[in-house]
């Protein structure tokens, strides 16, 4: 069964203080993993997609990377603005569009 | 970049009403848009892939009567909710295709007095 599993599930910072968000996945081929950011009320915003181990992107604060089993997000001195809910989505080999999502990490930076 | 648009942005409405939400890819063609629902602090549970000139595929355990989707442009997918009852109520947030990347609409949320 296709799953999607992220840690922890809330994280509070102090602005400055830099952490990682994970995602471990376990899918029957991987077609890209997506991470997005959603604010309360909203719909997901699209942030990056990763399509092989060993895969980098970056973005401003944010950094994602890619392993075969899971996908960091690190952000590098957090501002309070970068406080949402990050998901996480493995895309799946039998369609392309379909995702599956995982519970998300919701993030609070403080000034 | 890629712009997707859902309307409304909440309703509220009684037991028993027919509810329809528009989505919209509004730079892009889309033959495939998806639809989602999302609990509050729960993450997005697909429901149904919608299809442009063709039926909509809907994941197990949702009522294909109870939600009807059509799909009758590259641009537009409509979600009907009928005969909506309280445990309907929910944040529903389509999605539309633009390559290889899902770009969301800003959801839907749907209360059912």
């Known amino acids: 069964e296709d799953q999607v599993t992220q840690s922890p599930e809330a994280l509070r910072l102090q602005e400055g203080e830099s952490s990682s968000l994970n995602c471990s996945y376990t899918?029957?081929?991987?077609?890209?993993l997506f991470w997005y950011r959603q604010d309360p009320g909203k719909g997901p915003e699209f942030l990056f997609t990763?399509?092989?181990a060993g895969e980098e992107k970056e973005k401003e604060r944010l950094k994602a990377t890619l392993t075969k089993k899971e996908s960091f997000l690190h952000i590098t001195a957090p501002k309070p603005e970068d406080s949402a809910t990050y998901l996480c989505?493995?895309?799946?080999?039998?369609?392309?569009?379909?995702?599956?999502f995982g519970a998300g990490t919701q993030v609070v930076v403080t000034p | 970049g890629a712009v997707v648009s859902q309307h409304p942005s909440w309703v509220i409405c009684k037991s028993g009403t027919s509810v329809k939400i528009e989505c919209r890819s509004l730079?892009?063609?889309?033959?495939?848009m998806f639809w989602y629902r999302q609990f509050p602090k729960q993450s997005l549970m697909l429901m149904a892939t919608?299809?442009?000139?063709?039926?909509?595929?809907?994941e197990q355990g949702v009522e294909k009567d109870k939600f009807l989707i059509n799909h009758a442009s590259l641009t537009l997918s409509t979600l009907t909710v009928t005969s909506a009852h309280p445990e309907d109520s929910s944040f529903y947030i389509c999605?539309?295709?633009?390559?290889?990347?899902?770009?969301f609409g800003d959801g839907t949320r749907l209360s059912i007095l």
């Open positions: 990763l399509y092989s």
């Open positions: 999605s539309a295709r633009d390559y290889r990347v899902q770009h």
């Open positions: 730079d892009f063609q889309a033959t495939t």
């Open positions: 899918v029957s081929g991987l077609r890209g």
């Open positions: 989505a493995a895309g799946l080999a039998d369609s392309w569009g379909k995702l599956q």
């Open positions: 919608s299809n442009e000139g063709s039926k909509a595929t809907y």
